[in-house]
């Protein structure tokens, strides 16, 4: 079993800061890349912001200069610090990882649950 545990979330002003953590654990051989997608009301999961096990970044267009994305690779852990918070970030994130739990084998996605992030004065 793999689980990815997410935390940080909750109800922030325009302007404000949150950080958003999450811990994979369980049995886990090798974690490719990482990196955190969010779902709005009515609207399709996108991608937020990825980090590879090299630690090269990729972010979506609405979050550059504001966000970053960054990894404990001994912790299994990725973050998301989010800056300059807008009401249009307001989203449920969620932590994906791609790993592989053992030598042998594919790698395949894992998700977490989710944690709400809203941006309202």
């Known amino acids: 079993q793999v689980q990815l545990v997410e935390s940080g979330g909750g109800l922030v002003q325009p302007g404000g800061s949150l950080r958003l953590s999450c811990a994979a654990s369980?049995?886990?051989?090798?974690?490719?890349?990482m990196g955190w997608y969010r779902q709005a009301p009515g609207k399709q999961r996108e991608l937020v912001a990825t980090?590879?096990?090299?630690?090269?970044?990729n972010y979506a267009d609405s979050v550059k200069g504001r966000f970053t994305v960054s990894r404990d690779n001994a912790k299994n852990t990725v973050f998301l610090q989010m800056n300059s918070l807008k009401p249009e970030d307001t989203a449920v994130y969620y932590c994906?990882?791609?790993?592989?739990?053992?030598?042998?084998?594919?790698?395949?996605?894992?998700w977490g649950q989710g944690t709400q992030v809203t941006v309202s004065s």
């Open positions: 994906n990882a791609n790993l592989k739990r053992f030598q042998v084998g594919p790698a395949r996605d894992y």
């Open positions: 369980g049995t886990i051989f090798r974690i490719n890349a």
């Open positions: 980090i590879s096990s090299g630690s090269n970044t």
